[in-house]
Each structure stands twice: as structure tokens, then as C-alpha cells.
């Protein structure tokens, strides 16, 4: 895993007074999690979103790919989704920066290992996936070639389950980036990359494959 790629978020976003006062025009009365699609909050979204960015390395809190800002906006996204804790929507220890698919994926999908606690945990051991402010990623994920997803531990195992980090799309613009980067290409070793059991490391193998092919294709037509 590239260095880049192991950040740990140092420090949560501040929020300005602006910020504070715009949250209390969206929440006047408590928070609710609609709240947070209301107009008001569009500049407290843009100086959270610009800030973990830069703390992200522009990455992905999940995948730690590259968040291509000219696909689509990078998503603040809420750990502890807002819908299960709106209480914690506006804290900044609850948010990071994810790509559009790896917030679709987690969705709602439930990350506490007690789901009734009333005071957002600031512990590793409360969280089931791999939180971006306290875990170190590479202690729990290894990203195999630059490829694929394996788990080295439980909490490692869980992140790939909650962002369906197995899919074989990531796999495959993973493999296509590092193809465009290092300007080769093992067809074979990257057909090849399975865990330790000999599974595959992505949940459609055989769409990764087609896809892989693609690429080789490409990149024959591109370097001929």
C-alpha cells in the first residue's frame, strides 16, 4: 500500500462561527437528518469537504482511491449514518470524505458495536469498520498489488463487508490506474490475485476478468 493511501485524519474539522450559525438555521429545534440537505448548509458542506479532502490525501475514507472531483462532488460522509444518530450529524468526529459508491454501498448499514449509545464513541474498539480518525487502514486492510481488498482482521474483514469493497468495478479501475501508471502489464498475475484459501477477492469474478481483458486491450491499441 502506498503511503499516501495510510493517511489517518488528524484532527476533525473546526467549525466556524458561520458554520455553527448556519447548522442552528437548519436545526432550530434538534437535529433531524433531513435537516442536512437544506440550502443553508451549502458553505459549512464546502469548507468541511475541501478540509477532509486535503487531511484525505483526496482519497476515498474507504476505497482510498483517488475521489475524482469531475465525476461528482466527494461525499461528506457520516460514519455513524445520520439517519440511525442524527444527533451526531454535525459532529466533525462523526464525518470524512467518501466516493460516491463507497457512500452508496454503506448506506445505512449499522457501524457501532453497541447501536444504543447515546455519546458518539471516540474509541477503535466501539466501531465495527476501520474509522478513519483512529485506525490506522494498512493494520487492517491490505490493498494486494494495488488491487484487491483483503482483510487482516476482523475490523478489516467488516469494512470490506459494510463498503463492499469486494466489488469488482473498484477492482478493476484499480487495476486500469495502476496500468496507466506503471505502463506494463501482467495479464496473468492480476487474474490470478486471490486470498489465501484461493478465493477470488472479488464478489463477480468473471466480470472482473471480461474487464481485465478489456483493458489489456486498450492498452495494446494505446502503446502499439
Not at 473546526?14 to 448556519?22: G, Q, R, S
Given at each position: 500500500?502506498?503511503?499516501?493511501?495510510?493517511?489517518?485524519?488528524?484532527?476533525?474539522?473546526?467549525?466556524?462561527?458561520?458554520?455553527?450559525?448556519?447548522?442552528?438555521?437548519?436545526?432550530?429545534?434538534?437535529?433531524?437528518?433531513?435537516?442536512?440537505?437544506?440550502?443553508?448548509?451549502?458553505?459549512?458542506?464546502?469548507?468541511?469537504?475541501?478540509?477532509?479532502?486535503k487531511?484525505?490525501?483526496?482519497?476515498?475514507?474507504?476505497?482510498?482511491?483517488i475521489?475524482?472531483?469531475s465525476?461528482?462532488?466527494?461525499?461528506?460522509?457520516?460514519i455513524?449514518?445520520?439517519?440511525?444518530?442524527?444527533?451526531?450529524?454535525?459532529?466533525s468526529?462523526n464525518q470524512c470524505?467518501?466516493?460516491?459508491?463507497?457512500n452508496?454501498?454503506?448506506?445505512?448499514?449499522?457501524?457501532l458495536?453497541?447501536?444504543?449509545?447515546?455519546?458518539?464513541?471516540?474509541?477503535?474498539?466501539?466501531?465495527?469498520?476501520?474509522?478513519?480518525?483512529?485506525?490506522?487502514?494498512?493494520?487492517h486492510?491490505?490493498?494486494?498489488?494495488g488491487?484487491?481488498?483483503?482483510?487482516?482482521?476482523?475490523?478489516?474483514?467488516?469494512?470490506?463487508?459494510?463498503?463492499?469493497?469486494?466489488?469488482?468495478?473498484?477492482?478493476?479501475?484499480?487495476?486500469?490506474?495502476?496500468?496507466k501508471?506503471?505502463?506494463?502489464?501482467?495479464?496473468?498475475?492480476l487474474?490470478a490475485?486471490v486470498?489465501?484459501s484461493?478465493?477470488p477477492?472479488?464478489?463477480?469474478?468473471?466480470?472482473?476478468?471480461?474487464?481485465?481483458?478489456?483493458?489489456?486491450?486498450?492498452?495494446?491499441?494505446?502503446?502499439?
Amino acid at each position: 500500500m502506498k503511503a499516501i493511501e495510510d493517511f489517518l485524519i488528524d484532527a476533525p474539522y473546526v467549525k466556524t462561527v458561520t458554520d455553527e450559525a448556519l447548522i442552528a438555521q437548519a436545526s432550530p429545534t434538534g437535529n433531524n437528518a433531513d435537516d442536512w440537505e437544506k440550502s443553508c448548509l451549502s458553505e459549512y458542506k464546502i469548507r468541511a469537504r475541501e478540509y477532509y479532502r486535503k487531511k484525505q490525501n483526496r482519497r476515498c475514507a474507504y476505497c482510498r482511491t483517488i475521489v475524482r472531483t469531475s465525476q461528482a462532488s466527494p461525499e461528506i460522509e457520516h460514519i455513524v449514518p445520520k439517519s440511525d444518530k442524527p444527533d451526531w450529524m454535525y459532529e466533525s468526529f462523526n464525518q470524512c470524505v467518501s466516493c460516491k459508491m463507497c457512500n452508496t454501498k454503506k448506506s445505512t448499514k449499522n457501524v457501532l458495536k453497541k447501536k444504543n449509545a447515546t455519546i458518539l464513541p471516540r474509541k477503535s474498539t466501539a466501531y465495527l469498520l476501520v474509522h478513519p480518525h483512529i485506525d490506522r487502514y494498512s493494520k487492517h486492510i491490505n490493498i494486494i498489488d494495488g488491487i484487491l481488498y483483503e482483510g487482516l482482521t476482523k475490523k478489516g474483514r467488516e469494512t470490506i463487508r459494510i463498503c463492499e469493497l469486494d466489488r469488482y468495478e473498484l477492482a478493476a479501475e484499480r487495476a486500469e490506474d495502476k496500468i496507466k501508471e506503471e505502463k506494463t502489464l501482467d495479464e496473468q498475475a492480476l487474474l490470478a490475485l486471490v486470498n489465501h484459501s484461493g478465493k477470488p477477492l472479488v464478489n463477480v469474478y468473471e466480470k472482473f476478468e471480461e474487464r481485465i481483458h478489456e483493458i489489456c486491450e486498450e492498452y495494446k491499441k494505446d502503446n502499439n
